[in-house]
């Protein structure tokens, strides 16, 4: 753990993280917990919560800790196979559904431009993000339709969609049932 400061971080290497510091560059390294992505002091990604940062001394340590480089300012050269990439991302929407998600904020998060995390999802996993976030939460859906007696707006609220009208008609249009007749026929 000698290559890897978690708690404490040195109040220039967060000033250095804030200002998008590239005089730091090759100095250290910071890792977000939340996305398991590290990259260098300079990166012009939206900037981490600090509680969730961990600075490392040597890009290979950031490696050994789990921890995969960045897309935007790819740290010490290094690349994150779009596999992975994909992987870190599906993940992290599965962990976060019920959050409000945007295109922008996935390729925030992810360190990448909208076009470009779009079409490598649609690569590699054959639909978009947020088709695959929709897909997350009505299965999670269904499953509470089956096994709870929430009212559907509470199901609704709580998979992430914040209109129960389009909750309605999307899990409609998947299951081709509404919620309500959904349940009816597990009851």
Excluded at 79 to 94: A, F, G, R, S, Y
Excluded at 95 to 118: A, I, K, P, V
Aim: charge should be positive; proline fraction near 5%.
């Amino acid at each position: 753990m000698d290559n890897c400061q978690i708690p404490n971080i040195p109040s220039v290497y967060w000033m250095a993280i804030s200002n998008n510091d590239s005089s730091f560059d090759n100095k250290f390294y910071y890792g977000v917990k939340t996305t398991k992505i590290f990259c260098r002091p300079s990166c012009k990604s939206r900037i981490p919560n600090k509680n969730n940062v961990y600075i490392f001394k040597e890009a290979q340590s950031a490696l050994e800790f789990g921890f995969r480089p960045c897309k935007r300012c790819q740290p010490d050269n290094l690349l994150l196979p779009n596999e992975e990439w994909i992987k870190l991302i599906c993940d992290w929407i599965n962990e976060n559904f019920q959050d409000d998600m945007t295109l922008n904020s996935l390729s925030e998060t992810f360190h990448s431009s909208q076009f470009h995390l779009q079409r490598t999802f649609n690569k590699v996993k054959g639909e978009s993000p947020l088709s695959y976030l929709k897909k997350i939460r009505l299965t999670t859906a269904a499953d509470k339709l089956k096994n709870t007696d929430y009212p559907i707006q509470v199901i609704s609220s709580e998979v992430g969609f914040q209109n129960s009208a389009y909750f309605s008609t999307a899990f409609k249009k998947h299951y081709n049932v509404a919620p309500k007749n959904y349940r009816k026929q597990f009851r």
